[in-house]
T-cell receptor, first 114, second 114 residues
Framework: GENVEQHPSTLSVQEGDSAVIKCTYS??????FPWYKQELGKGPQLIID?????GEKKDQRIAVTLNKTAKHFSLHITETQPEDSAVYFC?????????????FGSGTRLSIRP | GAGVSQTPSNKVTEKGKYVELRCDPI?????LYWYRQSLGQGPEFLIY????????DSGLPNDRFFAVRPEGSVSTLKIQRTERGDSAVYLC????????????FGQGTRLTVV
């Protein structure tokens, strides 16, 4: 089955700098890659996603890139702000054409230093 | 409703007891997912429903775990003969229809087995 590896497990950046989180996946059939942000005591919240027919997607300060050949995908946060501090999870799914399970990475705890 | 609702928010039970955890998905969402999240880990897939049927239950750890969704809306996760290792946050998510896996999560039920 699908396996998603995520690194780093913790990341501390100065406010205003960029943060990058990287993930790899094992199942070449995966075609949907969401990213979730989880704050303490809350459920994960979708912040951006990308499908396999796209190599890059941006939404304001957040961007995701996908390299299907290498089975890598990454989250980039620019101009980081204190409210970006949270745990971030990458995930992969074969569910573009039909609903299916979403497999998560182990998470990255991002801390923004003032 | 406005979002995915899970009840109770916290549950403390004695080892060996039976528990039920409830999930109310977003109205109209046909896909429903259950995940388990241990401290410092990513959500671990348990089971997902498409309508009333379990489309994939490959993540259920053993036969003490069972889930139902009899009318294609509310779902109940049932755990028999609870063990201390079952202690975790149980997350529920729902998504609109086949063809999209943008999943919205509830806040979870924190289960503690003592």
């Amino acid at each position: 089955g699908e396996n998603v590896e995520q690194h780093p497990s913790t990341l501390s950046v100065q406010e205003g700098d960029s943060a990058v989180i990287k993930c790899t996946y094992s199942d070449s059939a995966s075609n949907y890659f969401p990213w979730y942000k989880q704050e303490l005591g809350k459920g994960p919240q979708l912040i951006i996603d990308i499908r396999s027919n796209v190599g890059e997607k941006k939404d304001q300060r957040i961007a995701v890139t996908l390299n299907k050949t290498a089975k890598h995908f990454s989250l980039h946060i620019t101009e980081t702000q204190p409210e970006d501090s949270a745990v971030y999870f990458c995930a992969a799914s074969t569910g573009y054409s039909s609903a299916s399970k979403i497999i998560f990475g182990s998470g990255t705890r991002l801390s923004i230093r003032p | 409703g406005a979002g995915v609702s899970q009840t109770p928010s916290n549950k403390v039970t004695e080892k060996g007891k039976y528990v039920e955890l409830r999930c109310d998905p977003i109205s109209g969402h046909t896909a429903l997912y259950w995940y388990r999240q241990s401290l410092g880990q990513g959500p671990e897939f348990l089971i997902y429903f498409q309508g009333t049927g379990a489309a994939d239950d490959s993540g259920l750890p053993n036969d003490r775990f069972f889930a139902v969704r009899p009318e294609g809306s509310v779902s109940t996760l049932k755990i028999q003969r609870t063990e201390r290792g079952d202690s975790a946050v149980y997350l529920c998510a729902s998504s609109l229809m086949p063809g999209t896996t943008e999943a919205f999560f509830g806040q979870g039920t924190r289960l503690t087995v003592v």
